[in-house]
């Protein structure tokens, strides 16, 4: 089977910076408890013109310029996202439309966080099967539209990005090794949102109860989210006869530094191996890993021949991972 290998990558994080400061005006907190179980110091906030597909498009824009790839070039969009523009049409549908990908199809993820590493999975098993030439995949959220700004449990996390990646067959040894992909629903009460979906469509009582708002059990979460790194990590390593120790660098899920730093620990791997840039972007959801690959290749944390690790989890939950030669 061909491997999918990517040849361009683009990230695109709104103007706004809402820092630790900006919160304490906001919510009972203070930037030295935030950076103390976040590490989070600000994130970025989509202004109100921009929806999700606006900030998708010009990660997508950028990974198409980088990777000489003409719009017409695509064969499929896999977006990954939870926060889409509407409930449908599908941002992929609306990226597909304003790229000018006259000869794409398109679809959305909806993984929570994983969307990032479900969406590549996906856009790689096409071009594995020989199936398309080129996919762009994307990962884009404007979390802020579902953050409740009362709650500092989720209120200090939350943020809007979007990153993305092309992939095209490799003809070479780089590219994308293996994808694992990963669901538990019995932990969907960890972090949700209860209402907007057909269980309990939009009404006044539900918009009164703040309902449409991200709901989460912050010590829950965290025990089962450095489970989920380690296992979906050591899983990938295995299975292809490889060790943490072979790693150049890994990409996770940027949702928290005290996840990040557990599971680094869990794995046995020195945290400057670890791609961290919570700090300054806050949890982007299925942005993550696109938004956080593109600022290791363009810092050059990533070049030719390096062993890339991909991981992430999210709402449902779900998690996976990806290995690739880069």
Not at 67 to 83: Q, R, S, Y
Not at 88 to 111: E, K, M, W
Not at 127 to 147: D, F, H, M, N, P
Not at 161 to 179: H, K, M, N, P
């Amino acid at each position: 089977m061909k491997r999918a290998k990517i040849i361009g990558v683009g990230a695109y994080a709104p103007k706004r910076v809402l820092t630790n400061d900006d919160l304490e005006k906001m919510v009972q907190t203070s930037d030295e408890w935030i950076v103390q179980r976040t590490g989070i110091r600000e994130r970025r906030i989509a202004d109100p013109s921009e929806a999700t597909s606006d900030l998708a498009l010009r990660a997508a824009q950028q990974a198409l310029e980088r990777a000489g790839v003409e719009p017409g070039e695509i064969d499929l969009i896999v977006v990954g996202t939870t926060t889409g523009d509407m409930a449908f049409p599908t941002v992929g549908n609306i990226i597909q439309h304003r790229l000018g990908c006259r000869n794409a199809g398109s679809t959305d993820v909806y993984a929570a966080c994983s969307g990032s590493i479900y969406s590549l999975s996906i856009g790689s098993q096409y071009i594995q099967t020989g199936k398309y030439r080129t996919v762009l995949c994307i990962g884009a959220e404007c979390l802020s539209r579902i953050t409740d700004y009362t709650d500092r449990g989720t209120c200090i996390l939350l943020a809007d990005a979007a990153g993305a990646a092309v992939l095209r067959a490799s003809d070479d040894e780089s590219g994308i090794l293996d994808t694992d992909l990963y669901s538990d629903g019995r932990y969907w009460e960890l972090l949700y949102q209860p209402a907007g979906g057909s269980r309990n469509p939009a009404t006044h009582e539900t918009v009164d109860k703040r309902m449409h708002y991200a709901r989460m059990k912050g010590n829950e979460l965290f025990k089962v989210a450095v489970r989920m790194f380690e296992d979906c990590a050591q899983r990938i390593l295995q299975r292809n006869g490889l060790t943490a120790d072979d790693l150049t660098v890994f990409v996770p899920h940027q949702a928290n530094l005290r996840i990040i730093e557990a599971a680094a620990k869990r794995l046995k791997l020195p945290m400057g191996r670890v791609f961290v840039n919570v700090d300054r972007y806050g949890n982007t959801g299925a942005a993550s890993v696109y938004v956080a690959l593109e600022e290791a290749w363009a810092t050059k944390r990533v070049s030719a021949g390096d062993l890339v690790l991909l991981a992430a989890f999210g709402g449902g939950f779900t998690w996976g991972a990806a290995l690739i030669r880069w």
